[in-house]
Structure formats: C-alpha cells, structure tokens
C-alpha cells in the first residue's frame, strides 16, 4: 500500500530502493529556496546500514505490514549477556530468539518476565520497543557520604542487569529504582 513521504513515522517499515527498511527518525525540511522534502533516517533490515535519505514530499513510498507481538521476555541464552535473547508469546507460547546486534543497548533493561513489543516481518523479528520503564534493584553503589544531603550530584551504580546508571547520593545497595529505558535515567524510586 502506498504512502505519502510526508505521513513516515519512527518505527515504520517500508520498502525503499528495494530493501526493507527501518525508519529510525525523519524530519520535514522547507527550505527557503526549492520543494520541501522528507530526511529520513533509515535501517536497512538485511544489511543494518544506516542511511539518511532525501525524499520528495510528492513521492509516494511502499509500506509494508509489521506484525506487532507482545512477549514476554525470559532469557539470556548465553547466559553472559550477548545473546541471543529468548522471547515468548502469550498468546501462542512460541519462542523467538534475537539476536544481541538487533537489540544493541537494549540489553541493558531486559529483566525476566518483562513485557515486550515484538516486530515481525515474515517471520523475522526487526526489533523490539521496550516499556518507557524498567524496574531494577541496585546490585552495588557507593554509600552515601555523612552530610551530603542537600546536593544534588548523582553517583554510580550498578543495576541487577549489569549496566551502569547515575542515581542520588541516597540510593543505595538492594533498593529498587525506576529507569527511563531510552535514555538510562534515573527516574525514582520503585
């Protein structure tokens, strides 16, 4: 089905030069002399390059039906946190194995049991759009020093995945804290 180059979203799938693709991020440009265009940064599924590319904003492009999957999230099959990652589905409890490259920092987050939304494409998972939020309990952080507690300087710590995250200096080892799973930030308090 055909879609105007203006109406591309983050996320969507589309076949563009012949290749499925991935859009990353797009951003409409008027520039003062000439038509408007569409930059879209794009993943290109079968060899993970990443290119920007310049769209007409007239041109129509081929979009392409992802199957959104929730599943759940159980395992590190290696068991060292490099994958591939285990997933199934609530509903027909298949299992489906990812890749470590197509999660990339993602892995950071997964705890067991934690619901995602898998893309599917004919079979082949394209990637996997976390909650906003993750809990997780702090494995090892520094104690916090006997009068710090009107700064606001974060410190490090350690989260039970293994990823490392800034939190306030009264945070400490066993509680659990929210993090935002875009960006690795502290959040509160779980």
Same mark, same amino acid.
């Given at each position: 089905?055909?879609? +105007?180059?203006? &109406? /591309?979203?983050?996320g969507?799938? !589309?076949?563009?030069?012949?290749q499925?693709?991935?859009?990353i991020?797009t951003?409409h440009?008027?520039?003062? %002399?000439g038509?408007?265009?569409?930059q879209? %940064?794009?993943?290109n599924?079968?060899?993970?390059?990443?290119k920007?590319?310049?769209? $007409?904003?007239?041109? +129509?492009?081929?979009?392409?039906?992802?199957?959104?999957?929730?599943m @759940?999230?159980?395992?590190?099959?290696?068991?060292?946190?490099?994958?591939?990652f285990?997933?199934?589905?609530?509903?027909s409890? &298949? @299992?489906?194995?990812?890749?470590?490259?197509? /999660?990339?920092?993602?892995?950071?987050? !997964?705890?067991? $049991?934690?619901?995602?939304?898998v893309? *599917?494409?004919?079979?082949?998972? /394209?990637?996997? &759009?976390?909650p906003?939020s *993750?809990?997780?309990?702090?494995t090892?952080?520094?104690?916090?020093? +006997?009068?710090a507690?009107?700064?606001n @300087?974060?410190?490090e710590?350690?989260?039970e995945?293994?990823?490392? *995250?800034?939190?306030?200096?009264?945070?400490e080892?066993? @509680?659990?804290? %929210?993090?935002n799973?875009?960006?690795?930030e502290? /959040?509160g +308090?779980?």
């Open positions: 089905m055909p879609i +105007k180059a203006t &109406d /591309l979203k983050k969507q799938a !589309l076949i563009f030069d012949g499925l693709q991935v859009v991020d951003d440009v008027k520039p003062g %002399k038509p408007a265009y569409v879209a %940064k794009m993943k599924v079968d060899t993970g390059t990443i920007t590319n310049r769209i $007409n904003s007239s041109d +129509k492009l081929e979009d392409v039906s992802i199957d959104r999957r929730t @759940q999230y159980l395992y590190d099959s290696s068991g060292h946190g490099k994958g591939p285990v997933f199934m589905d609530g509903e409890f &298949d @299992q489906m194995e990812l890749d470590g490259d197509l /999660l990339g920092s993602m892995t950071n987050w !997964l705890v067991e $049991n934690l619901e995602c939304v893309m *599917v494409f004919e079979g082949r998972a /394209l990637g996997v &759009d976390l906003p *993750v809990e997780l309990e702090i090892d952080t520094t104690p916090q020093p +006997k009068g507690t009107a700064t @300087q974060l410190k710590a350690t989260v995945t293994g990823a490392r *995250v800034r939190v306030p200096p009264f945070i080892t066993g @509680q659990r804290v %929210k993090i799973t875009e960006t690795g502290y /959040l +308090k779980a």
